[in-house]
C-alpha cells in the first residue's frame, strides 16, 4: 500500500467528472481503494474521491457516522465504507445547513446546505449493490464525496462565503457568534 498525493483546489483533477468503473475484478481497482483508505488515515480525512488521489474513477470512500454516538472508539479503527459508482437522487428539497471541510482545500471550513434526505445506489468493492436512504450527517457526507466525482468543491456549493474560514479562526467565529446571541 502506498499514500498518494492529495489534489488541492485549483488543480483541474477536481472539476474533472470521474468516469465508471467497469470491471470490479480489476487488481488496480482493488489497490486504488487500499491506497484511498491509507491515503484518508494518514490525512486524518473523513472521506475521500478518487479525483482528490488523481484519479478519475467513481469511487469514494468514507468513515459512516457511529450508530452509537457513545462509543469512545478511535475514529480511524471504524470501518471506511467504499462505495463505487455511486448514484444520488434528492428525497426531498428540504435543506439543513453544516459545517464541511475538505483534504482538497486544506484548513479551511464552511457552512454548506446539503439536502436532508437522499436515495443511494452504489456497488460495494466485491460488487454487492447498495440501495438505501441516507438522512442527516451521512446524506451530507455522501453528498460531499459525490460532488468531488463531478468536479464540484464545497465552496462551490455554499449560499454565501460568509462562513469559508481557516480552521484555526473557527473558535473566534463561534465565540462572537455567541455573544450576538446574547440578549441585549
Ligand atoms: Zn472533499
Known amino acids: 500500500m502506498s499514500i498518494l498525493k492529495i489534489a488541492r483546489m485549483g488543480h483541474p483533477v477536481l472539476r474533472a467528472r470521474a468516469e465508471e468503473v467497469k470491471d470490479l475484478a480489476d487488481p488496480e481497482i482493488s489497490q486504488l481503494v487500499d491506497n484511498m483508505i491509507e491515503t484518508m488515515v494518514d490525512a486524518h480525512g473523513r472521506g475521500l474521491a478518487a479525483n482528490q488521489v488523481h484519479v478519475l474513477k467513481r469511487i469514494i470512500i468514507y468513515i459512516p457516522p457511529s450508530d452509537n454516538e457513545n462509543t469512545e472508539e478511535d475514529e480511524e479503527l471504524k470501518e471506511v465504507r467504499i462505495l463505487i ?40 468493492r466485491s460488487g454487492v449493490a447498495i440501495d438505501e436512504e441516507l438522512s442527516g450527517y451521512h446524506a451530507r457526507v455522501v453528498q460531499h464525496e459525490c460532488d468531488h466525482l463531478n468536479g464540484i468543491l464545497y465552496p462551490m456549493r455554499m449560499k454565501k462565503l460568509d462562513t469559508l474560514m481557516f480552521d484555526s479562526e473557527w473558535p473566534h467565529w463561534m465565540a462572537s457568534e455567541q455573544d450576538n446571541e446574547q440578549p441585549r
Not at 87 to 97: A, F, G, R, S, W
Not at 101 to 121: D, T
Open 85 to 124: 459508482n455511486p448514484v444520488l437522487e434528492k428525497l426531498t428539497d428540504e435543506t439543513e445547513e453544516g459545517w464541511e471541510g475538505c483534504l482538497s482545500v486544506p484548513e479551511m471550513r464552511g457552512v454548506v446546505p446539503r439536502f436532508k434526505r437522499i436515495h443511494l445506489q452504489a456497488l460495494t
